[in-house]
């Protein structure tokens, strides 16, 4: 029974055919919610299997808009037969004079056409692609930023946030944590369902224009995102040694500029929200956050961390690092012969995302998906089934991690506590314990935010699931 948004009183749902499970709502600690819907909006490159297919989806698509950037999103060249990506001249020769700009699902890298290339060389001077003239690359800077740098219209901004809360909604989940630019915190706090809890970590080229954190109603100013390195896919994360074809990364700033940020963060109150998935960026913020105990602030959010081994022991705190880390990344790239195998060998790929040492040491974990793809269920046998059995954990943790720990370590401590009288009334209703059998095939039914139904199945008869 709820009422007011806050569960009154818990009594079994029904003694009868078909059972459900009932849990508290999942919590996506790691995702991107305007990117999320721009996707929807943009072309989705994630069925292309090739260059060649890639290409045919953006001509097809090129032709058809009138004015502005033409965006396509996740395209993953891991998965292809042929992983060659298609050539400058190539994209031109189907895409005209529109500028063109096809992010890979990482959002580390792109491929753009010349139009675009001339546009982001206007405002990033020097930016070339990699293999100019050839090659339609790019990779960090001006793909990271590219909302940035080419906002979408305020119309679509408004449109991505409501496609991305119904994917939201529809996967059981009802609080995330999203990296935003500054300029487009608001538009999300306005256009976003009330109900929905948004932690929001914010992107900016410059940390001055950090906003100060804040909290109205669900909608928190939480974090300042830094990165420190890149990622895996496209070999710009700051590993130990070198990738398998030679290449090395290292971090993206040194210690100085790292301790000026945290400092920074410290001063609006924002927890620092740290991209670090190298073992050589994970050893520089453990170094630099142990010079600012006491003066950063009292508590440093990790991303990612999938080298954290040869990084652990280290110094870390309990009491100051939270991770996030994303077990869809193991079944998605962690497998023989997958991507991480590509980027580094068989033996430092196996030792990727080692879940359980974090928990063995007491830190707080908590799970997201980073939009790949969005939502827990998907994910959960990558931490419960780690090809390094040692890593694995077991799944009534895992389930925690996407969602009370999720919700903890984005400051949504009141979403940190399992059903019960008096909690808020976030929960969702699956078909089955994804304990037992298939995570993956468990359906969400009806997910409740605050009380309120904000996404019922389809095949849920209308009526069913009154009485909440
Ligand atoms: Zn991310």
């Given amino acids: 029974m709820i009422r007011d948004g806050v569960i009154r009183s818990i009594s079994p749902l029904s003694r ?108 990033v001077p020097g930016t070339k692609t990699l293999g100019w003239p050839e090659g339609a690359l790019l990779v960090e800077g001006p793909v990271l930023t590219a909302y940035e740098l080419f906002p979408p219209t305020p119309g679509e901004m408004r449109l991505a946030v409501s496609l991305a809360q119904e994917a939201v909604f529809a996967a059981g989940v009802t609080g995330i944590s999203t990296t935003e630019s500054a300029g487009s915190i608001q538009t999300v706090a306005d256009a976003a369902h009330p109900e929905l809890s948004i932690s929001v970590s914010v992107h900016s080229n410059d940390p001055l224009l950090w906003p100060d954190a804040s909290r109205t109603g669900r909608f928190a100013v939480y974090g300042a995102k830094i990165f420190l390195d890149g990622g895996l896919g496209a070999s710009t994360a700051a590993v130990e040694g070198s990738y398998a074809d030679g290449s090395e990364a290292s971090p993206a700033m040194d210690d100085a500029a790292l301790g000026r940020l945290l400092e920074e963060a410290a001063r609006r109150r924002l927890v620092p929200v740290v991209h670090a998935i190298g073992a050589e960026a994970l050893r520089q913020l453990d170094r630099v956050s142990a010079q600012f105990s006491g003066r950063a602030p009292g508590t440093i959010r990790v991303e990612h961390a999938e080298q954290l081994e040869p990084a652990w022991p280290g ?95 984005s400051g949504f401590e009141d979403l940190a506590a399992p059903l019960s009288v008096g909690r808020r009334a976030d929960l969702v209703l699956l078909d089955s314990d994804p304990g037992q059998g298939k995570p993956d095939s468990t359906r969400v039914l009806f997910t409740i935010a605050g009380g309120r139904a904000v996404y019922r199945d389809a095949c849920l008869p209308e009526g069913s699931a009154d009485g909440f």
């Fill in 16 to 123: 009868k055919p078909p059972r459900v499970f009932a849990a508290p709502a999942f919590f996506d600690a790691h995702c991107h919610f305007l990117w999320m819907g721009m996707e929807r909006i943009g072309i989705d490159l994630s069925g292309c299997d090739g260059a060649g297919s890639l290409l045919e989806a953006v001509a097809g698509r090129a032709g058809r808009q009138d004015e502005g950037i033409v965006r396509g999103e996740k395209w993953d060249e891991s998965d292809w037969s042929d992983p060659r990506l298609p050539s400058l001249p190539e994209l031109d020769s189907v895409t005209g004079d529109r500028p063109v700009m096809l992010r890979r699902v990482c959002g580390h890298s792109a491929l753009v056409n010349t139009p675009m290339l001339r546009l982001v060389e206007a405002l």
């Fill in 315 to 409: 110094g870390w705190r309990a009491g100051t690092h939270q991770f996030s880390m994303q077990p869809n990344f193991v079944r998605r790239w962690q497998q023989p012969g997958g991507m991480y195998d590509q980027r580094l060998g068989s033996a430092a790929a196996r030792r990727l995302n080692p879940f359980s040492l974090l928990l063995r040491g007491g830190f707080k974990l908590g799970f997201g998906s980073d939009g790949m793809p969005f939502g827990p269920l998907w994910g959960l046998s990558g931490a419960v089934s780690h090809p390094e059995p040692e890593f694995s954990i077991p799944m009534e943790t895992a389930l925690d991690a996407y969602s009370l720990e999720a919700a903890l370590i």
